[in-house]
């Protein structure tokens, strides 16, 4: 059940060894931080080879590759692997353990924080992505937040069939497959998991398990009535 393979195509990320088989997809998140440790390590030679504007706040041990763009007045903390054709729009927060696929878009105004994103994602306004993994072309409408601590700040769970798993986890934000779309001020609870080819409406609130293939829809009534004008 929750097998990486049945979210994440992993043609489309050059991270395939965070995840382990037979373990539940977002098992993966707990290890981002030694995986990016032990990556940035191996590199030989200069760590920035990307496209870096002068005012942008590069940290310690991260990565930028060639082909990556880093616009004025980003932030990036580190440790951080920032792929090839990828952009750090103006005004970005990445924080710790950040890790993005090739031609990514990283927003203005948008904050990441323990996350790992496949190719080809876009998160491009005001967006939080924390202790989540995005799948290949997975979409996150403007003002999308990513929520990854529970209120009462127990271990986040995943409600499934009828039944609760406890994910053994503090801080886990969202699973989104491949080429799932979620609306702009949509909201989506800890432990919320989204399979491939989904749709998710704007201004949802989103908690469980969405099936592949799912639309939610989010229908508010709206009341219309005459102006009094003076």
């Known amino acids: 059940m929750f097998a990486p393979e049945d979210y994440l195509d992993f043609s489309q990320t050059d991270h395939e060894s965070l995840f382990s ?26 760590l920035l ?17 060639p082909g990556a763009v ?3 007045n ?3 903390k580190g440790p951080a692997w920032i792929g090839s054709g990828s952009t750090v729009r103006s005004g970005a927060y990445v924080r710790e353990k950040v890790i993005t696929g090739n031609n990514c878009m990283l927003g203005n105004s948008s904050e990441f924080k323990n996350c790992l994103l496949f190719n080809n994602v876009e998160t491009p306004h005001y967006n939080y992505v924390g202790d989540s993994i ?3 072309k997975a979409h996150l409408g403007a003002g999308v937040i990513c929520s990854n601590v ?43 998991i989204l399979g491939r080819d989904g749709i998710v409406y704007p201004c949802t609130h989103w908690q469980g398990v969405l099936p ?4 939610v829809k989010n229908k508010q009534p709206l009341d219309v009535v005459k102006r009094h004008l003076r």
Request: aromatic letters at 6%; glycine letters at 14%.
């Open 49 to 65: 080879l990307g496209e870096i504007h002068e005012s942008a706040q590069i940290g310690d041990r991260v990565y930028i590759a």
């Open 212 to 215: 592949e293939a799912s639309i």
């Open 70 to 72: 880093v616009e004025a």
């Open 74 to 76: 980003a932030v990036i």
């Open 150 to 192: 529970r209120l009462d700040r127990r271990n986040v769970t995943v409600r499934s069939e009828g039944k609760t798993l406890d994910t053994g986890l503090k801080k886990f934000g969202t699973i989104v497959g491949d080429r799932t779309e979620v609306g702009c001020n949509s909201v989506l609870s800890p432990g919320s």
């Open 21 to 46: 088989p037979g373990e539940p997809v977002w098992s993966a998140i707990g290890r981002i931080g030694d995986y990016l440790e032990s990556l940035i390590s191996g590199v030989e030679g200069d």
């Open 134 to 136: 995005l799948g290949y």
